[in-house]
């Protein structure tokens, strides 16, 4: 048996039906060969980040248990995006643009990764409460390599109007 590590995947959308996007999300991570969804957050609508010119975001984080190398996770992550309509630009002129679904490996266990194209931990996660908050309902435990324990960072940073959503709410 391969051994398994907690991998923290934020999920975002803000184009169509953003709620139905990010439950289907988190269904087809939980389908992810060698893996098993331990636990998804609420949704929470946050003011877009970045480029402030387009609708809210939705976002949660699924927290799944994963045999899968972290680059092999990611190549998913992004097959998930695709599949969710998502075309991303091969310049990263649409990084902080609108979109249908983005999926971003927050945490992979204590890894730290720096690859082109693999940056574990996310290297903004400790400054976006539209990550940390549903990170820290789900894994209060949770722990960012290089910065400390998740809910301290969570206080430490404005959290922006972010608002948590009653369940079957969203869109």
């Known amino acids: 048996m391969t051994p398994t590590v907690s991998a923290y995947i934020g999920l975002g959308s803000n184009l169509g039906d953003s709620a139905a996007v990010l439950r289907a999300a988190v269904d087809a991570l939980a389908a992810l060969p060698h893996s098993r969804l331990r636990r998804a957050s609420r949704l929470y609508r946050t003011a ?12 949660a984080v ?3 248990d994963t045999a899968l190398p972290a680059r092999e996770l990611l190549a998913a992550m992004l097959g998930i995006e695709r599949e969710a309509g998502r075309a991303r630009r091969a310049d990263g002129s649409d990084r ?3 979109r249908t679904l983005d999926l971003d490996l927050l945490l992979y266990g204590e890894a730290v990764i720096a690859e082109t194209g693999l940056q574990v931990p996310h290297p903004h996660l400790h400054e976006r409460a539209f990550a940390l908050a549903p990170l820290v309902e789900i894994a209060p435990q949770a722990s960012i390599p290089g910065v400390g ?3 301290e960072a969570l206080a430490r940073i404005e959290l922006g109007g972010i ?3 009653d369940e079957g709410e969203g869109g």
């Open 96 to 98: 902080w643009g609108p």
């Open 48 to 59: 877009a980040w970045g480029r402030t010119d387009q609708p809210d975001f939705l976002n």
């Open 149 to 151: 324990p998740a809910h």
């Open 62 to 64: 699924a927290w799944l």
């Open 163 to 165: 608002e948590v959503l």
